[in-house]
Structures are given as structure tokens and as C-alpha cells.
């Protein structure tokens, strides 16, 4: 499935290599046909924007984004887990499924980066990736509606991978919890919470997650 691949090269930090591969992405994102034509349509109008204006530009909009504000983060277990002691073993489960399907990880990569995680996807059966992405529905479906609420073109990116993954998005993305980037004392208070806790009155997605027994499950599951 070159469609996860490339989803996880455009959540990647937007450098020279990634603006000059655009065009070969595109091409592989249309020759798959996997995504329904409006998921695809947004997720080119991201390769666009992408492709667009200043490199530092697009690298100053993407560092304010996820690398700034914990919601939006691209580290799944971060959702999960937060900075709790059970992020360490799951991520070293994470790191053992990628080895036995020969996905090596690098020193310096965290196993739960999504551009790694949807790279691992993309080399398995798509069934099989598919199940494993919808264990994250919840995170995506969150991070999508964050994102659409910022208006930013990211969101697409999100809502094609949430589509794939069978996720329920939420009703309304204006009641979405969220920070403002520019808010340096509302960024601080958000990367000081403790580890989030996820119960099933959070399904919809409009937390940071959708039950500590699925997130558990997700890893359960991954490592079995």
C-alpha cells in the first residue's frame, strides 16, 4: 500500500529532498488510486501547499505545529502514553514488530514516529495494515480535527489516513480541545499535564485518545 508510504513522506519535515520528490508522489498517490477521489484531491492540494513559497516558510509551519504543541504530536505513544513509564516497553514492542517483518530502526528513531510507523504499514498486506492503522483511529481522527480547525492543510493528510483506518471523525471540529502555538504559557501548562487517561466517554476523538483499554489493545495487538 504506496499510499501509507507516501502519506508518511508528506508528514515528514518538509526539506529540499521532500519538495523536489513532490511530483513522484503525486504520480504514486494517482497510480494506486487507493484513497476516494476527495481524500486524494486534499491530499494534493497538501502537496501543493507543500510544494509552495520558501522552504524555511513551510519548515517554520511544520516545527510550529508538531514539534511545538503536544496535541498535534506525531509520536503516537505520546497520545497514549504521554511521558509515563509504559512508553519505554511499548516502544521497545514496537521496535521487535518491525524486525520481524525486516524493518530495521535506526539509533535515533523513535519506533512510534508516524512517517516510520505508516513506512511499516505500507510494506505489509493492506488488510492487515489496515487493522493496525485503525488502532489509532482515535488519535488520527483527534489530530485531523485540530488540524481543520487551524485550517491547515495537514488536516488532509489526516483525514485520508483516518478514511483508511475506518476512524469516526468528530461532529463539530469548532469544539475540539486544542493550544494556540503562539500561547507560549498555554504551550508549557500543556507539555506539564500528566500522561493522558483515556476512558470510552472519549470515543468520538475529541480528547487525546479513546480508552486506555484500546490503546493497550493497540499495542497488544501489534506485538502478538
Known amino acids: 500500500m504506496f499510499t501509507l ?29 487507493f484513497l476516494s477521489p476527495s481524500a486524494r484531491a486534499g491530499v494534493e492540494r497538501l502537496m501543493l501547499a507543500l510544494g509552495g513559497g520558501d522552504t524555511l516558510d513551510r519548515q517554520a509551519e511544520f516545527v510550529s505545529l508538531f514539534d511545538r504543541v503536544r496535541t498535534l504530536s506525531l509520536h503516537l505513544f505520546e497520545h497514549v502514553h504521554g511521558d509515563s513509564r509504559d512508553r519505554g516497553p511499548a516502544m521497545l514492542d514496537l ?3 518491525y524486525r520481524q517483518h525486516g524493518l530495521d530502526v535506526t539509533a535515533g528513531e523513535l519506533p512510534d514516529y508516524l512517517p516510520l510507523f505508516l513506512e511499516f504499514l505500507s510494506i505489509l498486506d493492506p488488510a492487515e495494515a489496515r487493522r493496525l492503522l485503525a488502532e489509532t483511529g482515535h488519535i488520527l481522527a483527534a489530530v485531523y480535527a485540530r488540524l481543520d480547525k487551524r485550517r491547515s492543510p495537514y488536516a488532509a493528510a489526516f483525514l485520508a489516513l483516518a478514511e483508511i483506518a475506518g476512524a469516526t471523525l468528530p461532529a463539530d471540529v469548532s469544539a475540539v480541545d486544542d493550544v494556540d502555538e503562539n500561547d507560549l504559557v498555554a504551550l508549557d501548562r500543556a507539555w506539564e499535564d500528566a500522561a493522558v487517561t483515556f476512558g470510552p466517554e472519549n470515543a ?4 487525546d485518545g479513546a480508552g486506555c483499554g484500546r490503546a493497550s489493545a493497540m499495542v497488544a495487538r501489534m506485538t502478538a
Request: glycine share 8%; no cysteine.
Open 5 to 33: 508510504r507516501v502519506i508518511g513522506r508528506l508528514l515528514s519535515y518538509p526539506d529540499v529532498g521532500l519538495r523536489a520528490a513532490l511530483p513522484e508522489l503525486r504520480d504514486a498517490l494517482r497510480s494506486e488510486a
Open 95 to 97: 521496535v521487535a514488530l
Open 204 to 207: 468520538p476523538g475529541l480528547q
